[in-house]
């Protein structure tokens, strides 16, 4: 059986976005009885007027009655909108605590808004990982979101979940919501924030509790790397070192660099080093033309400003273990 909640949704639903987490009902049952309220007002009081006018019509009395006051009308014209008004109040103010009420099992999210993306914090364990723009969250699983800004105010909105609350700096904020469809859903900042305010987007990618396990361990896992090979290893897949240079003796565009490590190079320009040293491959990826190999195109773009210090040091360590 539906109750009242079901069929307003099923009848005034289309003018909202799609709804998908367990408290969603709370606003839209809200939002439904205002509407209706609303045209209510709207047609009753247009409909009193238009009698009026007519039934009043100067044609038909040219003179009004003398009434000074009615105390029943006045009574009832503040008694009823006020408890009406007081009404709504209340249930918002019971919709908003219910909202509030934090599961004590909830799977907790630490959220930064920053200028200008947003970024999720998981914990397991004593381990961390830090996500951007998109948050997994696992189906019907309640969540407990603790929120912060690094910078200026942000507002963490998603429609689908009526949910929306500030970021502050300096401050903690907190949502809570269980989500109840798959899929994924828009995060969109709702406080302007700046010049890129409206790119401030992101999405809550809602899945299974199966993949959310999977794709955890794997996040954890991946953001708790600390050898240098390994992360180095990494990186050279992801900075794209892999569509130029083979990590074999093999030329794709740029020379394979199997064994480079303490070898001999050669240059265009007719000099050369007895073995490829740190300094060497730190002047390769920043200055890539400074010694350019004999035999090779200058093609090679400079990755000055894409790669921290740090990361060319574990491509170094990387590049040192291709034997
Ligand atoms: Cu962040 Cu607008």
Known sequence: MMNVSEILHKILGFMMP????????????????????????????????????????????????YIPHNALAETIWTVVPTIIFVGIAVWGLIAFYEAEKKDPNALEIKVTGKQWMWEF??????????ITDVMYVPINTPVHLDMTSTDVLHSFFVPSFRI???????????????????????????EFCGTAHSKMRGI???????????????????????????LGSRLFARKGCTSCHSVESNTIIGPGLKGLWGAKREFADGSSITAADAEYIRESILM???KVV???PAKMNSFAGQLTEKEIDYLIEYIKTLK
Request: glycine fraction near 6%; include cysteine; proline fraction near 3%.
């Open 18 to 65: 799609d709804r998908a987490a367990v408290n969603a009902h709370l606003v839209d049952d809200l939002y439904y009885f205002v509407f209706i309220l609303s045209i209510v007002g709207l047609v009753g009081l247009m409909g009193v007027m238009v009698f009026f006018i007519v039934r009043y019509h100067r044609s038909q009395n040219d003179k009004s009655a």
């Open 164 to 190: 929306k609350r500030d970021t502050v700096p300096g401050m903690r904020t907190k949502l809570n919501f269980t989500a109840t469809k798959l899929g994924d859903f828009q995060i969109f900042c709702a």
């Open 288 to 290: 890539p033309n400074a």
């Open 294 to 296: 004999k035999g090779y």
């Open 121 to 130: 914090g998981y914990k397991k364990g004593n381990l961390e990982a830090n």
């Open 204 to 230: 809550v990618r809602v899945v299974s509790k199966k993949r959310f396990q999977r794709w955890l361990n794997r996040e954890i896992k991946e953001a708790n790397i600390s050898d240098p090979v390994e």
